[in-house]
């Protein structure tokens, strides 16, 4: 593998479960299908499921990678990822989360820059509190979508760290409405929800990608973008991760 200059990305979210790892995973095989080399970085370190969801046994993590970045015995990225298909690695979350604490922000960014060198996409899975870890991957990635739902406190709760973002002068994000999350709420049309953010909805998921038998992907270890079907039955959901893609394969480099 040649160096790259690969773009980092990640979903963040007022609140949790609005879909943030589900629609990483989408967003993955959407850039395999772009023919894109892409690293899932597995930051949500206490409750990883990543390698979980796409059933990719492994023997190291991200707590190894950094436990040889501190001993100075780090060589390369690749002793460190497991293999989910001929396109996607993964760097797991630890499997013990009592050492998760030991993963201190001040490894991640080099983490990240040495994977942009290898992969032409990292895509950073993070919880949603505004932790120093989470802070430090947000204000270095080149790119943030933040998803939300249709829901009062979820929307309300975003309006408020957007304003938390433009205080800290982290402007490289746009907005996913994820209708899919949670097909039955629709409190708001999407005129109300620019309103009550005071911001543009750049991408919605509609309901389609409601899947009752979502479970039935993550005991396979399928991603549900990968279906040989997506972009015909799911067409506007398609639509919307290829033009998260394209948004993101060209954005800025924050490094430059
Ligand atoms: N399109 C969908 N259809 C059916 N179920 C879904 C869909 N999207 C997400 N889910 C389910 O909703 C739950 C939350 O999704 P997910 O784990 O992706 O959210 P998250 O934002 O990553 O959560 P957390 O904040 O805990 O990391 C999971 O059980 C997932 O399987
Ligand atoms: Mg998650």
Do not use: W
Request: charged share 25%; aromatic share 10%.
């Amino acid at each position: 593998m040649g160096i790259k200059e690969g773009k980092s990305f990640c979903f963040f979210s007022a609140k949790g479960g609005v879909g943030k790892t589900t629609n990483l995973l989408n967003l993955a095989g959407i850039l395999e299908q772009l023919e894109k080399k892409v690293l899932v970085i597995d930051l949500d370190l206490y409750n990883g499921s990543i390698a979980n969801a796409l059933n990719c046994d492994f023997d190291k993590s991200i707590y190894n990678l950094v436990e040889d970045l501190f001993n100075n015995r780090f060589k390369n990225i690749s002793n460190y990822t497991t293999k989910y298909d001929e396109f996607i690695d993964i760097l797991p979350a630890p499997k013990d989360p009592r050492v998760a604490s030991q993963i201190e922000s001040k490894y991640l960014n080099d983490i990240i820059n040495r994977a942009k060198n290898l992969y032409d996409v990292v895509l950073i899975d993070l919880n949603h509190s505004l932790d120093e870890n989470n802070l430090t991957v947000l204000s270095n990635v080149d790119f943030i979508t933040f998803m939300v739902t249709n829901d009062p406190l979820d929307l309300k709760n975003l309006k408020s760290l957007i304003s938390i973002f433009k205080k800290l002068d982290i402007k490289n994000f746009k907005v996913m409405l994820n209708n899919s999350r949670d097909p039955f709420k629709d409190y708001y049309s999407p005129y109300d929800i620019r309103h009550i953010l005071n911001h543009n909805i750049d991408y919605s998921l509609s309901t389609d990608l409601f899947l009752q038998d979502m479970e039935v992907y993550n005991i396979k270890g399928i991603i549900v973008s990968l279906d040989r079907q997506f972009s015909s039955i799911m067409a506007s959901d398609y639509q919307a991760f290829l033009t998260l893609a394209t948004d993101l394969l060209g954005s800025g480099d924050k490094n430059e």
